[in-house]
């Protein structure tokens, strides 16, 4: 698939609670671009970050692309892997809907099959990433499709499971539209460090003795769901689809990103 027209987004973001722009454009690139300023990047050539409740992309200069996830998982979770320009105004990509959804309607309506084949990362040996205690890991295992089994576990949440094999059907199906999330005993905390600025229950669900969300749960397991689609979105710092089992425990950001550092090193000499 490939973007055949131009999207324009805008809203605040989540994090910085101001107002942020995001471009989307057709252009010659076999990868994706981030552009932000003057600067550009495809992006595996970016250093990551995944230690701010959100995933950073940083040019070499030090400066950043703040919470990149969700846009980046619509885009390849809907099969987007090259051809496109995202050009960022604000330093962070605009919060949205929390989730895929809205971002996925418009790749729909500006997008078309494409006859490019798509050049895929394979894996020949398990890779693995964790905590210091092991607590919290994930690993990726040589398969012949992109398959994630995610566990999690949060006080008022409980334990929650999701196997998923990567389609672009399955994806806006069963992913898209599942919503970030916070522990509302977090909250002040996160605003008091800079983060969650521009978070409100327009773009996420809030977890404490009760749920907060608007219209209710998109699914009774839309957390670990949710889960899956950060992981896609982070995944997409390599720079081309992967093939691989993906089993992910109490994970996040952080871990999914040094998981894609490892995996990068496949991909030297290239």
């Not at 989730?99 to 729909?108: M, N, R, S, V, Y």
């Not at 499709?145 to 806006?172: K, M, W």
């Not at 390599?238 to 991909?267: D, M, S, T, Y």
Request: hydrophobic residues 35%.
């Amino acid at each position: 698939m490939k973007i055949n027209g131009k999207i324009l987004l805008k809203g605040l973001g989540l994090h910085s609670g101001k107002e942020c722009e995001l471009l989307i454009e057709p252009c010659d690139s076999k990868e994706i671009l981030m552009r932000s300023g003057d600067n550009e990047l495809s992006l595996r050539n970016f250093s990551l970050n995944g230690t701010n409740r959100g995933s950073d992309y940083i040019f070499p200069d030090g400066s950043r692309i703040r919470t990149c996830e969700h846009v980046l998982s619509a885009l390849t979770g809907m099969g987007i892997y090259s051809g496109v320009r995202l050009t960022i105004t604000g330093g962070e990509m605009p919060a949205l809907d929390g989730c895929a959804k809205t971002l996925c309607g418009e790749i729909k309506n500006h997008s078309e099959n494409s006859n490019d084949e798509l050049k895929f990362l394979n894996i020949s040996s398990p890779v693995e990433v964790h905590s210091d205690d092991y607590k919290r890991f994930v690993s990726a295992f040589p398969c012949d499709c992109l398959r994630v089994t995610y566990i999690v576990e949060y006080d008022f949440i409980g334990a929650q499971i999701f196997d998923y094999v990567q389609s672009p059907e399955n994806y806006f199906e069963n992913i898209a539209a599942a919503r970030t999330f916070a522990m509302e005993s977090d909250i002040n905390y996160l605003r008091s460090h800079g983060m969650a600025l521009g978070g409100s229950l327009d773009n996420a669900i809030v977890v404490g003795e009760t749920i907060q969300a608007k219209g209710g749960l998109h699914w009774k397991d839309e957390f670990v769901r949710h889960k899956i689609l950060d992981l896609i979105g982070d995944l997409a710092s390599l720079g081309r689809p992967l093939n691989a089992h993906i089993v992910a425990c109490r994970a996040g950001h952080e871990l999914h990103l040094k998981l894609a550092n490892e995996l990068r090193q496949f991909l030297k000499g290239e």
